[in-house]
């Protein structure tokens, strides 16, 4: 097992790893901006060295001064978190190179599920159900044409590099598709440096589901069941549940299922999430994220395994302690990501936090690195937080949050607390009947 671990990220992510490697016996390494010096998971570390200044290129994303930073603190590891470097498979390679352990997949694995048309074939192959869609990027309206004809209108149009809903639009009909893809690709380009586009056909009103993995270097592999993460504002998830109010067991068992056998097809290590669109039944993939989830505490809390230690354990080349057999659900869970934003405009409001207050109790859990005194930096994501709340049934689940985020305090900035208390209102969440565009059109009407 290591025995110091370098964290290259920040925030809760970097806070959450930190207590994981605690709770192992394993030290650690803070890396941070100019601007995070006062951040909690560099206070808490064992080690911290500065690596750039405030803006995320010249710091986060700098992969020299990280590799750096490992070496001369005599890291044995690197864990990514989420963001920023964690889907790079050339810093996969670099961090190994230099001898160090990357805690996380393969760069090829990596790589592979990097670029969405691979990474479509890859699980077409390896039996995972997908959207119809091209087989490859499509270059020309004409290639374009006859390939969205026989799929049917709306057809989707995607990005194969990058995600967060750039590179991404709808063509409703013919007349609309020439200039779609001609935006798509743009945006992609401009986004990812890659304007390579293909097409899906585009699903109604399904819902967000997705199945958490964990894979050995010893060929176990084994699911963790789902998440639903349909409550999305512009293709960014806010709310996630597990188990999802939508499946069946035999639904949720099956396509568990399916999904175990092609992750072990694949030779995958290390925890991975494969991400679907449902809808009347079927299961459609649309991509697979190679490194930690930001929801995947509510995994965590139907399960009570601890993913992170996991991470670390597969990394330093140990067997899965536990069997498929072993993996039992109990109980509902639900997170709520909180960001320094305006709940209306979602305009960002980094700042001072003057008062801060932790919910608590039975089933509550607050990911988060903030505490009063801190200030919010205006140079990264707005989250500050994620809210999780266990119980024995969905409903005892959300009367627990409901509590949880009126307990919540947070001062001196804007939060979007109460969307989600909102949100509690609303009979349709209530009863679970939602899909992935619902909560944009509740937006739409909640602010007028």
Known sequence: MFDKILIANRGEIALRVHRACREMGIRTV?????????????????????????????????????????????????????????????????????????????????????????????????????????????????????????????????????????????????????????????EASAAFGDGTVYLEKYLGQPRHIEIQVLADTHGNVVHLGERDCSLQRRHQKLLEEAPSPALSDAERAEIGEVVRKAISAIGYRGVGTIEFLWENGEFYFIEMNTRLQVEHPVTEMITGIDLVREQIRVAAGLPLEITQDDIQLEGWAIECRINAENPKTFAPSPGKVTEFHAPGGLGVRLDSALYAGYSIPPYYDSLIGKLIVHGRTREETLLRLRRALEEMVVSGVETTIPIFLDLLEEADFVNGDYHIRWLEEWLAQRNG
């Open 30 to 186: 803070a890396v941070h901006s100019e601007a995070d010096a006062n951040a909690m998971h560099v206070r808490l570390a064992d080690e911290s060295v500065c690596i750039g200044p405030p803006p995320a290129g010249k710091s986060y994303l700098n992969i020299p001064a990280i590799i750096t930073a490992a070496e001369v603190t005599g890291a044995q590891a690197v864990h990514p978190g989420y963001g920023f470097l964690s889907e790079n498979a050339r810093f996969a390679e670099i961090v190994e190179a230099h001898g160090l352990a990357f805690i996380g997949p393969t760069a090829d694995h990596i790589r592979m599920m990097g670029d969405k048309i691979t990474a479509k074939k890859a699980v077409m192959d390896a039996g995972i159900p997908v959207v119809p869609g091209s087989e490859g990027g499509v270059a020309t309206y004409e290639d374009a044409k006859p390939i969205a004809e026989e799929i049917g209108y709306p057809v989707l149009i995607k990005a194969a590099s990058g995600g967060g809903g750039r590179g991404m639009k709808v063509a409703e009909t013919a007349d609309k598709l020439k200039e779609a893809m001609q935006t798509a690709s743009a």
